[in-house]
């Protein structure tokens, strides 16, 4: 028994830090997924302890990262699914003394209302291939879906987040367009 634990021990310290190398990519997606840090760090916190969990169906021969980038989007989805109590989060940006906004913050600012305003599925694998440079399968498999769904929403949300961030910027504004699933 001894000599089996000790054979195991570099293999889950091995999965530890194939686990801790895709944190800050998950930290990533999750709070440009949801908006609010606190909100992301609890899925992100979620997705480590159900990846630890069942770190035995993780087939080692495959990335890890869409595996926990699949656990992400199952919580996620699980997570939107259920009431949600009505809450105000606080501007978690500090302004300078001045009060000015830096330059370049409006366009962040801007970007980030019209990726809440693309339909999950869309915003979903726009930031899955986009953002966190994923391949077409590999978003598929963390996203449960088809290929040629990745690309179909891909397509669409690449086109309607320019739509938006145009609309945004001619005045029009991105409530005026209407949400297309």
């Not at 195991?8 to 990533?28: I, N, T, V, Y």
């Not at 993780?58 to 997570?79: E, K």
């Amino acid at each position: 028994m001894f000599g089996r634990k000790a054979r195991q021990e570099p293999a889950r310290q091995a999965d530890e830090q194939l686990m801790l190398a895709c944190l800050p990519r998950l930290r990533r997606y999750a709070r440009a997924l949801l908006g609010e840090r606190s909100a992301a760090d609890d899925l992100v916190q979620d997705t480590l302890e159900r990846g630890w969990e069942k770190l035995a169906s993780w087939q080692r021969s495959d990335d890890m990262r869409p595996w926990l980038f699949a656990i992400m989007h199952n919580l996620y989805v699980d997570q939107r699914r259920r009431p949600a109590l009505a809450m105000v989060g606080l501007d978690e940006m500090e302004l300078p003394e001045s009060g000015a906004m830096p330059a370049d913050h409006g366009l962040a600012l801007d970007l980030e209302a019209a990726l809440r305003l693309l339909p999950a599925g869309q915003r979903e694998t726009l930031l899955l291939v986009v953002l966190e440079d994923m391949s077409y399968e590999q978003a598929a498999t963390a996203l449960g879906v088809p290929v040629g769904t990745v690309m179909s929403r891909l397509s669409r949300g690449r086109e309607r987040l320019r739509l938006l961030m145009d609309g945004g910027a001619h005045g029009a504004g991105p409530a005026s367009l209407k949400v297309v699933k």
